[in-house]
């Protein structure tokens, strides 16, 4: 799935598709300081379809976790107490 020196994962979620699932893994990358949410797509039998898509947060502000979610928007906390948002569909990353 992923490299323990390339990124370390601190929580997930996940959502039923029509045929499978989709993925966020949220956590950092090697720099201590840059966060990060890794999105996958699994088919049904849970294996990945296609390549993992990776979103750093716009700031530099450590590790984040996924403490939230509405719909498929999913509210992210740094260490840093930063805060983001990111529209699982549209895969988009923004401050708040």
């Known amino acids: ?14 959502d039923v598709l029509e045929s ?13 300081d840059q966060g990060l949410v890794i999105v ?4 049904a039998t849970q294996r990945r379809v296609g390549s993992s898509e990776v979103y750093r947060t716009p700031q530099r502000a450590g590790s984040v976790r996924i403490v939230s979610a509405r719909g498929r928007v999913l509210l992210l906390q740094s260490i840093a107490g930063a805060t983001f948002s ?9 401050s708040l």
């Open 86 to 94: 990111f529209d699982v569909i549209a895969r988009k990353m923004q």
């Open 40 to 43: 996958q797509i699994l088919d």
């Open 20 to 32: 499978g699932f989709i993925v966020v893994y949220a956590g950092k990358d090697g720099d201590t």
């Open 1 to 14: 799935m992923f490299f323990s020196s390339q990124y370390s994962i601190q929580n997930q979620w996940f």
